[in-house]
T-cell receptor, first 109, second 111 residues
Framework: SQQGEEDPQALSIQEGENATMNCSYK?????LQWYRQNSGRGLVHLIL?????REKHSGRLRVTLDTSKKSSSLLITASRAADTASYFC?????????FGEGTQLTVNP | DTAVSQTPKYLVTQMGNDKSIKCEQN?????MYWYKQDSKKFLKIMFS???????INETVPNRFSPKSPDKAHLNLHINSLELGDSAVYFC??????????FGSGTRLTVV
């Protein structure tokens, strides 16, 4: 069964606005990761948060993890048109990454 | 230098044919993977190798056979291709506890 579920499935915002994507999962994890995929391209690792961490920052990205609720969020601040892509959360458990369905983010200039 | 490179990028072939996809990583990672991404962008793990040993075989048909000649290479051979095999196949590598590095994908179209 699918481990991660993300919402929203699609998000359209204006440049400069913030974008928030949420991810829920079902089992215990070692860490949770977020990836970006531009259309027709491979996945790019954005950020990893370990199960004993609650928040992590990387540039314009902020990730939170709530293991009691089995949920995570990715915040992209001051979005740019170049942020337009699909964003996936992935849980690391049992020696594998299991991906959510992804959120398609569109940032309009 | 490309960290994880897979070839070919595109593959169009007829039903029933046999084809291979090659993957190489120059990151020194111990673990390599094959993932399949379907038309709805859902990514599912197929295989995982750690130092040339198979550690994950995720209910993939026997027509799919991975081979890892050394820890830097993981190839995927597919026999008797079917229409439903059409997808994008991604190779990836990782070192324990860290993020994965993905290749740019191989778009397989079976006609």
């Amino acid at each position: 069964s699918q481990q991660g579920e993300e919402d929203p499935q699609a998000l359209s915002i204006q440049e400069g606005e913030n974008a928030t994507m949420n991810c829920s999962y079902k089992t215990s994890i070692n860490n949770l990761q977020w990836y970006r995929q531009n259309s027709g391209r491979g996945l790019v690792h954005l950020i990893l948060i370990r199960s004993n961490e609650r928040e992590k920052h990387s540039g314009r990205l902020r990730v939170t993890l709530d293991t009691s609720k089995k949920s995570s969020s990715l915040l992209i601040t001051a979005s740019r048109a170049a942020d337009t892509a699909s964003y996936f959360c992935a849980t690391d458990a049992r020696s594998r990454l299991t991906f959510g369905e992804g959120t398609q983010l569109t940032v309009n200039p | 230098d490309t960290a994880v490179s897979q070839t070919p990028k595109y593959l169009v072939t007829q039903m029933g044919n046999d084809k291979s996809i090659k993957c190489e990583q120059n990151l020194g990672h111990d673990t390599m993977y094959w993932y399949k991404q379907d038309s709805k962008k859902f990514l599912k793990i197929m295989f995982s190798y750690n130092n040339k040993e198979l550690i994950i075989n995720e209910t993939v048909p026997n027509r799919f056979s991975p081979k890892s000649p050394d820890k830097a290479h993981l190839n995927l051979h597919i026999n008797s291709l079917e229409l439903g095999d059409s997808a994008v196949y991604f190779c990836a590598s990782s070192q324990a506890g860290n993020g994965y590095t993905f290749g740019s994908g191989t778009r397989l179209t079976v006609v």
